[in-house]
């Protein structure tokens, strides 16, 4: 016979109470019936950490749970769960190390730190017997930390490809549909608080990176460090370059990518062609999308709002509930010690192969093409389409054209590039950008 | 202190072994210590019913643990989960509804037994105190169900919307891209495995029907019988729609939609017209897409392959594992136990409101289309577009005319296409769809 289920409250404690962690309060105590029927036992707000104990909280936040002092929830053995929604990295990390040493379960909605010590975290909470719940952490509100964790419980994922960065998203949907420039399309989102006052995390494409390691762990097992992947941004997209993806029916999106090849994982972020009638290219806006493809799965996408408090609030209470249930089941962390992951070797760039479109700036001479051709050909590339832009320019002037090349080696193809970098045709260095098929 | 996790595994058995049964044979046994790394032990597979010994079976299923003898598998006190991938409507309720009388937990992937006899097998579980998991039988490879549980979780679910059948979408896709007939798509899809020799069910709109059923008990609590709802197939979409839709930047999808109106519930199954740029428009062939959308969630989207036997085994064994894991906590039914629902009221198909596409027929007389716009108008219902196709008809022979209506109530429309219907310029009636902006 087993043991009759425990009935009092899973007590939980706050670092933090911003945006995401109001949204966090309100779901859990908005329906508290509901949040039993769910858990077996209510929960039970014990303590809140905050910054400024004067400032205005959601209504629903009883002011004498506030506190300024971190140990009053980190070593209260009263408290079994965390729920980090405080951001940054230090003191953070800490915070979260001593909440694992004192055995309570943590809920973090915190990338930064899951991509810079999220091996570390990991291991900690596994040693301790504790659950690490981060869906928040990965895309806002697309489960896809869940999707990942399901699909894995019986299959195998070989790859993942995702448009993980909300912020180069909206810039390149606004290019494209308004036809703005990188800088005005940037300064947009900016207004409308979809991007940061300094973009470069999202432009540049090291968030995404961030999210790919995550997911890369979860998925492969393979502990990478962000810092190693390949990583573009959006910033050298031109316009001119929406203008010929349209014209072969193709979207350009900022991917993640992902591929288990058994020997070797394959990570890379870079802006990307993608076929118009694909699924990724239309997701627009500040929506996140991810496709995970399993051996007896096949593909399987989850799309939503990949930042925003409410949907993050969505996401860490879904895992607070998650880690709430194992503490009362008396299975505190079964879900994290079967995440498993080692070290794994990365496939260098010039050994993927893909597709190409690459865009030429060149003096209008004749043998230019011919030149251009024959130097890819020497390297084992060869072209599928080309197209010269618009009117013959004037003698002297730059003419633009752009081939898109069958499946290559990157590596070929950057020699190719390389070699002909020095040609007196050449006006500016070429532009490449790789072609996904979904 | 929690009293220690048991160690003995959970033991199942297995109600039917074709291709789907087969798959979830092979991923529970191919790596068992991933599944213990999940569960916190092993699962063991007691006994397998069959109708036939001596077909052939996936090599990793021991023969020794075949019967055809139901009760060896229902009645053994020492199998604590059933796993039914047999189908059917008969015996196999009254196989699951002695296994949950046996307090044993149960896995099932039937669709057509989660419609009809959802509402009583959901209560006698719950009375019962055991699990019952039904990922694999509304969508396949698609993990809609655990979006809905864990999005449901701590928020409100407001709208559900998806491409449920793949059949129909098949169909539709082939129409589009290939300008088949419906016939001749119909005949290939049938061709291909993806049609049954009588696809009434799936063109029809009945499976459809089903599904949303299920998902609106899950989504929005509401107790509703598929056949009190809003039905329309694919039967009646013609190539010329498809043509029509392209010119207005929109394609045909068939879709199920579900919206709480907190007093009403609207459920409804028909084609419609999606913009040519949403996701929902580009989800193709075979595959699956639901989109919910949450109070505080926002859009999230799943998408994958609604059927197939591998998809399907992925999500039955998801649910095993979860089931199996609720066994070794001794919270069985806790899941279960949080689905609640009740009948509610349905929304009138005439109180909906949306916009609208309307071909007509008609005799190429001066006067026709002030008289359809004078009805309409008449109705409330106002003209956004209009089109007539092709080259001006020879005198006496039909004209196409499609009208794209602004927002209007069903009923308003219906009522004027009614007065319409004895005019005598009308050569055949109107066809309508319904057009969609998520």
């Given at each position: ?116 010590a999220g091996k570390q975290l990991l291991e ?93 762990m ?5 502990a990478?460090d ?115 992951y ?97």
């Amino acid at each position: 016979m087993l043991p009759r289920m425990r009935e009092r409250p899973v007590t939980c404690g706050l670092l933090g109470c911003g945006t995401v962690g109001g949204g966090v309060v309100r779901l859990l105590t908005r329906d508290p019936a509901k949040v039993t029927r769910r858990v077996g036992v209510p929960i039970e707000i014990r303590r809140v950490l905050v910054r400024d104990l004067g400032k205005a909280r959601v209504p629903e936040l009883d002011g004498r749970l506030l506190t300024t002092d971190a140990s009053e929830v980190l070593d209260d053995p009263d408290i079994e769960m965390v729920i980090e929604v405080m951001g940054g990295a230090e003191p953070t990390l800490d915070h979260l190390m001593r909440a694992i040493d004192a055995k309570k379960g943590v809920v973090t909605a915190n990338k930064l730190l899951l991509a810079t010590a999220g091996k570390q975290l990991l291991e900690r909470a596994q040693a301790a017997g504790v659950d690490l719940a981060f869906e928040g952490a990965v895309g806002g509100g697309v489960p896809i930390v869940r999707t990942l964790r399901e699909a894995l419980a019986s299959d195998r994922v070989e790859s993942i490809t995702g448009i993980v960065n909300g912020t180069s998203n909206y810039v390149l949907t606004r290019m494209l549909d308004a036809g703005l420039s990188l800088d005005d399309a940037v300064a947009e989102a900016q207004a409308r608080g979809y991007a940061e006052a300094d973009p470069t995390m999202d432009v540049g494409g090291g968030d995404a990176a961030q999210k790919l390691s995550i997911l890369a762990m979860l998925g492969f097992g393979a502990a990478a460090d962000y810092a190693d992947l390949h990583v573009e941004g959006i910033q050298a997209i031109a316009p001119i370059d929406h203008r010929f993806a349209e014209r072969f029916a193709y979207r350009i999106k900022h991917l993640a990518i992902g591929r288990d090849h058994g020997d070797e994982v394959e990570l890379r972020v870079h802006p990307c062609l993608l076929p118009q009638r694909s699924v990724l290219a239309n997701v627009d806006g500040v929506l996140n999308a991810v496709t995970l493809t399993g051996e007896a799965l096949g593909p399987c996408l989850v799309s939503g709002q990949g930042a925003g408090d409410l949907p993050t609030a969505v996401s860490v209470v879904s895992d607070a509930l998650d880690v709430a249930r194992s503490l009362v089941a008396g299975v505190a962390g079964l879900q994290t010690r079967a995440i498993a992951y080692e070290a794994r070797p990365l496939r260098a760039m010039a050994a993927i192969e893909t597709r190409y479109y690459i865009r030429f700036t060149v003096l209008d001479e004749p043998g230019v093409i011919a030149a251009i051709a024959g130097r890819l050909g020497d390297a084992g590339v060869s072209i599928e389409q080309l197209v010269q832009d618009g009117p013959r320019p004037e003698p002297g002037e730059p003419a633009t054209v752009v081939m898109l090349t069958h499946r290559a080696r990157e590596g070929a193809v950057q020699a190719a590039l390389g070699a002909l970098r020095e040609a007196t045709f050449m006006v500016e260095p070429a532009r490449l950008l790789r072609i996904e098929e979904p």
